[in-house]
Nanobody, 115 residues
Framework: QVQLVESGGDLVQPGGSLRLSCAAS????????MGWYRQAPGKQRELVAR???????NYADFVKGRFTIYRDSAKNTVYLQMNSLKPEDTAVYYC?????????WGQGTQVTVSS
């Protein structure tokens, strides 16, 4: 069974940056569109960004111009570079395939943006 392990979350001040990593145990994302999702307390999980196997990207309006999704196929890892972070970016961040999550959801990585 494919497993996804997210890491890189932290407490950061507004305006700061973080890079999240999603390591996959298999090569699923070499043929799949991968997505980063997030879930804030009391809210539903939402898509933040997605990266197709051929390299095209798509971002939610609320992160456009601030976040970048990319992959390192040799490392079976997909990344989310987050810049100009805002308090409203505070959430647990997850990765999975898009549009249908094919792997079990991991534990995610907590991102907290606060002064």
């Amino acid at each position: 069974q494919v497993q996804l392990v997210e890491s890189g979350g932290d407490l950061v001040q507004p305006g700061g940056s973080l890079r999240l990593s999603c390591a996959a145990s298999g090569s699923m994302f070499s043929i799949s569109t991968m997505g980063w999702y997030r879930q804030a307390p009391g809210k539903q999980r939402e898509l933040v960004a997605r990266l197709a196997s051929r390299g095209s990207t798509n971002y939610a309006d609320f992160v456009k111009g601030r976040f970048t999704i990319y992959r390192d196929s040799a490392k079976n890892t997909v990344y989310l570079q987050m810049n100009s972070l805002k308090p409203e970016d505070t959430a647990v961040y997850y990765c999975n395939t898009y549009p249908s999550p094919l792997a079990s959801w991991g534990q995610g990585t907590q991102v907290t943006v606060s002064s």
